[in-house]
T-cell receptor, first 110, second 116 residues
Framework: RKEVEQDPGPFNVPEGATVAFNCTYSNSASQSFFWYRQDCRKEPKLLMSVYSSGNEDGRFTAQLNRASQYISLLIRDSKLSDSATYLCVVNEANAGKSTFGDGTTLTVKP | GAVVSQHPSRVICKSGTSVKIECRSLDFQATTMFWYRQFPKQSLMLMATSNEGSKATYEQGVEKDKFLINHASLTLSTLTVTSAHPEDSSFYIC????????????FGDGTRLSIL
């Protein structure tokens, strides 16, 4: 079993749709959590951190459930520019090491 | 925010050439940097963890004599692909984080390496 698992998709949604991605992690001692987006042939870019209380940034909402060891990303009112691969990232406590999920591919269509 | 610069962004060279890639943290000090490789339509694969002033830690299956890592200062790590062959063609990306544990990694722009 992988340390960080994501549904690879692809998710194909129309513009304006709401889409949610889930990610599970196996290390219960994991300390911090992030969502990145990666466009084709580009480096990953930090989208948002994920906090226990949940956090929102515009159309994006991230949630963390430590008991069930999963994090989620909700995108509302999808735009064409949201098309990308979304990577779930988990940091081990004090290890300075991040574990990446394989990514979920989203395509938003007109 | 934290900025990581990677150079060069694109390299095309002949088989047998050694290629050096630089990764710099521009506005913070990074005791640890990471080197990844990504083949088309595949996931990021961690190659090694670069530690300032000490030897890099390589992931299983990554040849340390093939991929030489030097982390000479708190803002610079280099990856040298020695005697590169076509199968080494890939997208190489470095990253660094401010501190450890609860900080996100910030990535360089990546280097697209093509070996002819």
């Amino acid at each position: 079993r992988k340390e960080v698992e994501q549904d690879p998709g692809p998710f194909n949604v129309p513009e304006g749709a709401t889409v949610a991605f889930n990610c599970t992690y196996s290390n219960s001692a994991s300390q911090s959590f992030f969502w990145y987006r990666q466009d084709c042939r580009k480096e990953p870019k930090l989208l948002m951190s994920v906090y226990s209380s949940g956090n929102e940034d515009g159309r994006f909402t991230a949630q963390l459930n430590r008991a069930s060891q999963y994090i989620s990303l909700l995108i509302r009112d999808s735009k064409l520019s949201d098309s990308a691969t979304y990577l779930c990232v988990v940091n081990e406590a004090n290890a300075g090491k991040s574990t990446f999920g394989d990514g979920t591919t989203l395509t938003v269509k007109p | 925010g934290a900025v990581v610069s990677q150079h060069p962004s694109r390299v095309i060279c002949k088989s047998g050439t050694s290629v050096k890639i630089e990764c710099r943290s521009l506005d913070f000090q990074a005791t640890t940097m990471f080197w990844y490789r990504q083949f088309p339509k595949q996931s990021l694969m961690l190659m090694a963890t670069s530690n300032e002033g000490s030897k890099a830690t390589y992931e299983q299956g990554v040849e340390k004599d093939k991929f030489l890592i030097n982390h000479a200062s708190l803002t610079l790590s280099t990856l040298t692909v020695t005697s590169a062959h076509p199968e080494d063609s890939s997208f190489y990306i470095c990253s660094a984080a401010q501190g450890v544990g609860n900080q996100p990694q910030h990535f360089g722009d990546g280097t697209r390496l093509s070996i002819l």
